[in-house]
């Protein structure tokens, strides 16, 4: 396997896979580190954090939310192509070798980090087989035959969600060890899982330590790239109270007033905030975004620069941004639940259910109140972690001794 | 001695009432104070868990020695001139009295002293004295109070250190072993039993995976018995932890087929 090339370009790139060692966590500011510890046991005793005082330069009542058709517009969802390339990167070596010395590849991203997505649309670029994960029955049945099939095709596969193939019951392990012992013996295999059901999975599965990648988190610069990539540069980011530049100006409005421009810290924080995980910053960039009430972005007329006719959008100031209502009494109330969801990814109620100590077994109450508080979310009849919740939820586990990921 | 003693008579006797008020309020502040801090900072804990809650319930005790600590200073301060002789002839004055009048009383207010330096007690541990069990909550002067599994309040005296064995679970960390039990008809697959019972350690959400799982298997004659060792994420879980051993257990043996035993009870006939 090989690390991916540098190219002669100073710049690196945006989308990068290193080792689990090397992954590096972005900075997090050191003003924004004791406001936040100061906000973390102040929360402890009054839930709701005190309103900043300050003169912004925009007031929220000046400004609106997005429609979902702007917010679609100026920060679409994922383009998982990009990050695809950059396994190819990473494998580039690996892939050339027709009997490598490891014939698996594992791939491990934290939740919301797209290991999934990206792992389906790498899968189908080089045409190699998808294998779905087991039913939660055929998990509990101890149902081998579901790995038999996938013995008898020698052709090369990838497993996108290895999460899915276990379940934390007494019954749910045999499965998965299974298959972590047999694949090795599968061909060119890469399996993807999540990091938290990973460093639970190191603990059911006493095999040795594979080689696995992760895609490297963002930071600063990487989320002013990447959000910078899906729009044109007739939009200025501006923050909303001190009007600092969210995202660089265009080079010719640096050019004109470089002794005087404001650079926001926003993207900063956010990085530090969302540990790096794209799919966390790019939900919380969502939620960030405003526009003037009569912005519709076809009318350059309204809201512009008056030298470049370009659109103000505007970013909403790091303490406005809504934050989920999480006391430490209702994240330790249902603890078991939320640790049992990250261990999973994602999980219906009903087996949610199953996996749950006895007194807690009906969890449907406990997750209408999770909902209600922005620390969970429902798709398609599972339920997983917010984008939002997942770094209270982690903080949280991780100070009551909960077993956590590496990310 | 007998020069030291007539010197503390002596200012004893210059001892006005401004002194003796001055005595008053210094008792009433400290005890006010030391109400506030075993008030106060048990409630502060309550707010945290894990580790954070442990060291703040182990500031309680020396806070307290502190407050009382700079008590005595001030009263000795001000009712003598804190000399050398004074200071022995009070002291002795007051081990004299102690000795004689409450020496169980002193004992453990000594034994209390000892148990802020050898801590084989904190607020926090699970331990175990002549047969009370329970988290000690307050370390008080003369007694340590502890809350039993079956929510009992025990003040067991801190002169216990000396002649019997204190038995502590979980001596300050959040590691505290838990025990299920299990006995199976004998003639079973032990290795499967063996990995199944680990297994059901495993899936139990309240496991706190970082510390080792045991599962010890002894032949008995009425079957065998296999005890699953493992640890609570917080030792204040562990009669939930070991409800949720045994009920897994119980439901993983039996839909591996597995039988499970018991002594026969045989009811007596009732008496005509």
């Known amino acids: ?407 | 001695m007998s020069d030291s003693i007539s010197e503390l008579g002596s200012h004893l006797n210059r001892l006005g009432e401004t002194a003796l008020v001055q005595i008053l309020l210094i008792i009433v502040a400290t005890w006010l104070l030391i109400a506030l801090i075993q008030r106060l900072v048990p409630s502060l804990a309550s707010h945290f868990s894990g580790h954070r809650r442990l060291r703040a319930l182990a500031l309680v005790p020396v806070l307290r020695l502190l407050v009382i600590g700079i008590a005595f200073l001030l009263i000795l301060h001000s009712i003598i001139q804190p000399t050398f002789e004074s200071l022995v002839g009070v002291l002795g004055a007051l081990g004299l009295a102690l000795g004689f009048a409450a020496k169980d009383y002193a004992s453990s207010l000594i034994a209390g002293l000892v148990v802020l330096y050898e801590l084989p007690y904190r607020p926090g541990d699970w331990i175990e004295v002549e047969g009370a069990y329970g988290e000690v909550r307050t370390i008080g002067i003369r007694t340590v109070e502890i809350v039993t599994l079956g929510d009992s309040v025990v003040h067991i005296p801190h002169m216990k250190l000396w002649d019997h064995a204190i038995s502590n679970a979980n001596d300050s960390s959040q590691h505290l072993q838990c025990q299920a039990d299990f006995y199976l008809h004998p003639h079973h697959d032990a290795d499967h039993a063996y990995q199944m019972l680990r297994d059901v350690a495993l899936s139990s959400p309240l496991l706190q995976i970082a510390q080792p799982i045991y599962v010890v298997a002894k032949e008995k004659p009425f079957g065998t018995h296999y005890q699953i060792k493992a640890y609570p994420l917080d030792p204040r879980q562990q009669l939930a932890f070991i409800t949720d051993l045994t009920i897994r257990g119980k439901m993983a043996l039996r839909a591996a087929g597995m039988v499970l035993t018991s002594i026969p009870v045989v009811a007596a006939e009732p008496m005509s």
């Open chain 1, 1 to 407: 396997m090989a690390k991916p090339s540098q190219p002669d370009q100073e710049i690196p790139p945006l989308w990068q896979y290193v080792s689990i060692a090397e992954y590096q966590l972005p900075t997090t500011p050191v003003e924004h580190t004791v406001k936040q510890e100061f906000s973390s046991i102040w929360r402890q005793f009054w839930p709701k954090p005190k309103p900043a005082p300050a003169a912004p330069l925009k007031t929220k009542d000046e400004l609106r939310t997005m429609s979902t058709a702007q917010i679609e517009w100026i920060a679409p969802a994922p383009n998982w192509q990009p990050m695809a390339a950059a396994l190819d990167d990473a494998l580039v070596e690996w892939l050339d070798n027709e009997q490598p010395p490891q014939a698996r590849v594992f791939v491990i991203a934290p939740p919301h980090g797209g290991h999934s997505d990206i792992l389906t649309t790498w899968a189908k670029n080089h045409d190699w087989r998808i294998v779905s994960p087991p039913s939660p029955e055929q998990i509990l049945a101890r149902d081998l035959s579901w790995l038999d099939e996938q013995l008898r095709d020698p052709s090369p596969w990838v497993l996108p969600s290895l999460e899915r193939c276990y379940l934390r019951h007494a019954r749910g392990f045999e499965l998965v060890r299974h298959l972590l012992d047999q694949s090795s013996l599968l061909g060119h295999s890469i399996i993807g899982c999540d990091s938290w059901a990973w460093a639970f999975l190191r603990k059911v599965w006493r095999g040795p330590e594979p080689p696995a990648l992760a895609l490297q988190g963002l930071d600063q610069q990487g989320l002013a790239r990447w959000f910078q990539g899906f729009i044109t540069d007739r939009f200025v980011f501006r923050q909303a109270d001190s009007g600092a530049y969210v995202l660089p100006p265009p080079a010719d409005i640096a050019e004109d007033s470089s002794s005087s421009i404001k650079i926001s810290d926003f993207l900063r924080i956010l990085a530090a905030h969302s540990r790096g995980i794209p799919g966390i910053a790019h939900a919380i960039w969502r939620t960030s975004l405003r526009t003037t009430p009569d912005e519709t972005f076809s009318d350059t007329a309204a809201n512009e620069d008056h030298t470049n006719h370009r659109t103000t959008i505007w970013v909403a100031p790091w303490n406005q941004i809504k934050q989920p209502t999480a006391t430490a009494e209702l994240l330790r109330k249902h603890a078991f639940l939320l640790h049992t969801l990250l261990l999973h990814n994602s999980l219906t109620h009903t087996t949610l259910a199953l996996l749950l100590p006895l007194a807690a077994s009906s969890p449907e109450a406990a997750l209408a109140c999770l909902e209600e508080a922005g620390l969970v979310i429902r798709h398609a009849e599972e339920w997983r972690i917010s984008p939002a919740g997942y770094p209270i939820v982690r903080q949280f586990l991780n100070d009551d001794g909960y077993l956590i990921d590496v990310f």
